[in-house]
């Protein structure tokens, strides 16, 4: 993430980082912490596939779908399109 006085880089994989570097004027700073990563989600989906659930209790189809619906809303308002995407196969719900 850049801003106008510095940024944030989460190093590769980004959804397990144990890593945070900021740099800003003051200089750059590294955080190395272990986070939960997608511990908890990886311990739902092991649940749901024990109980023989085709979705999560917690997290069911219609929330995400809403979720991605949302960043997509979010992303056409910013402009933002994944390479793989055309100009006209993005959405603006």
């Known amino acids: 993430m850049?801003?106008?006085k510095g940024f944030v880089e989460?190093?590769?994989?980004v959804h397990a980082t144990h890593t945070v570097i900021m740099q800003n004027?003051?200089?750059?700073?590294?955080?190395?912490?272990?986070?939960?990563?997608?511990?908890?989600?990886?311990?739902?989906?092991?649940r749901c596939l024990a109980?023989?659930?085709?979705?999560?209790?917690?997290?069911?189809?219609?929330?995400?779908r809403a979720l991605i619906a949302?960043?997509?809303?979010?992303r056409a308002?910013?402009?933002?399109r994944y390479p793989t995407e055309s100009a006209s196969s993005a959405q603006t719900t």
């Open 70 to 74: 949302l960043c997509d809303k979010a």
């Open 2 to 4: 850049d801003g106008t």
């Open 25 to 46: 004027a003051s200089g750059r700073q590294e955080i190395n912490k272990a986070p939960a990563s997608l511990r908890y989600q990886v311990e739902e989906v092991h």
């Open 10 to 13: 989460f190093p590769a994989p």
């Open 51 to 64: 109980g023989r659930e085709q979705q999560s209790r917690h997290m069911p189809w219609a929330t995400s």
């Open 77 to 80: 308002q910013l402009g933002v």
